[in-house]
T-cell receptor
Framework: GESVGLHLPTLSVQEGDNSIINCAYS??????FIWYKQESGKGPQFIID?????DKRQGQRVTVLLNKTVKHLSLQIAATQPGDSAVYFC???????????FGAGTTVTVRA | GAVVSQHPSWVICKSGTSVKIECRSL??????MFWYRQFPKQSLMLMAT?????????EQGVEKDKFLINHASLTLSTLTVTSAHPEDSSFYIC????????????FGPGTRLTVL
């Protein structure tokens, strides 16, 4: 499954398919970006991060892409599993201010 | 490593009472801790930045006299919700930044506050 457009609140994906979650940011000074996963009733869990001097970073089953030109960040999850069902947040901050600014979040539901 | 705990995990209190929430970094020292509030189906909103040994810095619109923050040691920050009202019911989450690692924040599991 793939989210169309930006800021979609929900994404339903078939188990085994790839997921793409999008995020837009507005602060051109942001230079550090993080994706978090939050399961119901729990705190955010770090997934992957990327700095502004990179445009792609890969982890285990996840890839983050950064397009600074259009201020867009995406998280790709390969072979989505039921355990990936959660709310995903992007967050950003700048080198001069370590306070994180969170996006609205996307709820991902994996269909068996 | 980098484990953050919160206590209690949930609390129910009567309107008008005060509630204290603890945030601890278990295996690292945290010069800076952050407190967030999250309403149902919403994102995390930063309430304040807590620096060890100094006064907390509050975000715009957050009442410092209502949400008292104390960061007395490098491993403990507390948030006290004073004279709680039903509208203060929320999920409160803290995060901690290891000393010298400014960008990274490790989050606690959150505290669910319900004010009757």
């Amino acid at each position: 499954g793939e989210s169309v457009g930006l800021h979609l609140p929900t994404l339903s994906v078939q188990e085994g398919d790839n997921s793409i979650i999008n995020c837009a940011y507005s602060n051109s000074a942001s230079d550090y970006f993080i994706w978090y996963k939050q399961e119901s009733g729990k705190g955010p869990q770090f997934i992957i991060d990327i700095r502004s001097n990179m445009d792609k970073r890969q982890g285990q089953r996840v890839t983050v892409l950064l397009n600074k030109t259009v201020k867009h960040l995406s998280l790709q999850i390969a072979a989505t599993q039921p355990g990936d069902s959660a709310v995903y947040f992007c967050a950003e901050n700048t080198r001069d201010d370590y306070k994180l600014s969170f996006g609205a979040g996307t709820t991902v539901t994996v269909r068996a | 490593g980098a484990v953050v705990s919160q206590h209690p995990s949930w609390v129910i209190c009567k309107s008008g009472t005060s509630v204290k929430i603890e945030c601890r970094s278990l295996d690292f020292q945290a010069t800076t801790m952050f407190w967030y509030r999250q309403f149902p189906k919403q994102s995390l909103m930063l309430m304040a930045t807590s620096n060890e040994g100094s006064k907390a810095t509050y975000e715009q619109g957050v009442e410092k006299d209502k949400f008292l923050i104390n960061h007395a040691s490098l491993t403990l920050s507390t948030l006290t919700v004073t004279s709680a009202h039903p509208e203060d019911s929320s999920f409160y989450i803290c995060s901690a930044t290891p000393s010298g690692r400014g960008n990274e924040q490790f989050f606690g599991p959150g505290t669910r506050l319900t004010v009757l």
